[in-house]
T-cell receptor, first 115, second 110 residues
Framework: AQSVTQLDSQVPVFEEAPVELRCNYS??????LFWYVQYPNQGLQLLLK??????LVKGINGFEAEFNKSQTSFHLRKPSVHISDTAEYFC?????????????FGKGTRLSVIA | DGGITQSPKYLFRKEGQNVTLSCEQN?????MYWYRQDPGQGLRLIYY???????QKGDIAEGYSVSREKKESFPLTVTSAQKNPTAFYLC?????????FGPGTRLTVL
């Protein structure tokens, strides 16, 4: 079975500073990886996904993530954050070509951007 | 616009009452999912359905029930057997490798 560990439950960062949100996964087979963002009292929105190909994935709102198979990681980065990036971020994994089986989510990282 | 609708946004019930949360999608997706979200717990899977008239239990199905009579609809009933039903409930559908989420329903049991 797959599992996801988000190493930080909360990350405070000053506006215009860079940020990295860490995600490690556990799986014995090939996987797809995802980052979602959730603003307060809303559903989840896809930021980016890795299915295959280039290990550096670019997403919406200036975020990017790098798939590292040897370290089983998929860390999310942004070079300069804005107040509007304050939200909860979820990393998720699924087995490659698993059809409609559900994603497995980490427990989330709450990003707080400080003015 | 295509999407997933969950209603109502906020729901209050008395302890011991069953309550049904609505989830409708017009995306023509086969698979639909229900998650429960509690602070610090992430998303936990309650039930999912890969096709009409079929569904499977997730990790925390006890105290919940679902039906999937139409492709567009996947209602979740929170029964009186659910010990701690107050939570934020999220419905999702899936197309190829991506899950799409509704806006959620916050259920408070008094």
């Amino acid at each position: 079975a797959q599992s996801v560990t988000q190493l930080d439950s909360q990350v405070p960062v000053f506006e215009e500073a860079p940020v990295e949100l860490r995600c490690n996964y556990s799986s014995s087979v090939s996987v797809y990886l995802f980052w979602y963002v959730q603003y307060p009292n809303q559903g989840l929105q896809l930021l980016l996904k890795y299915l295959s190909g280039s290990t550096l994935v670019k997403g919406i709102n200036g975020f990017e993530a790098e798939f590292n198979k040897s370290q089983t990681s998929f860390h999310l980065r942004k070079p300069s954050v804005h107040i509007s990036d304050t939200a909860e971020y979820f990393c998720a994994v699924s087995v490659s070509n698993s059809g409609n089986t559900p994603l497995v989510f980490g427990k989330g990282t709450r990003l707080s951007v400080i003015a | 616009d295509g999407g997933i609708t969950q209603s109502p946004k906020y729901l209050f019930r008395k302890e011991g009452q069953n309550v049904t949360l609505s989830c409708e999608q017009n995306l023509n997706h086969d698979a639909m999912y229900w998650y429960r979200q509690d602070p610090g717990q992430g998303l936990r899977l309650i039930y999912y359905s890969q096709i009409v008239n079929d569904f499977q239990k997730g990790d925390i199905a006890e105290g919940y029930s679902v039906s999937r009579e139409k492709k567009e609809s996947f209602p979740l009933t929170v029964t009186s057997a659910q010990k701690n039903p107050t939570a934020f409930y999220l419905c999702a559908s899936k197309y190829y490798n991506e899950q799409f989420f509704g806006p959620g329903t916050r259920l408070t049991v008094l």
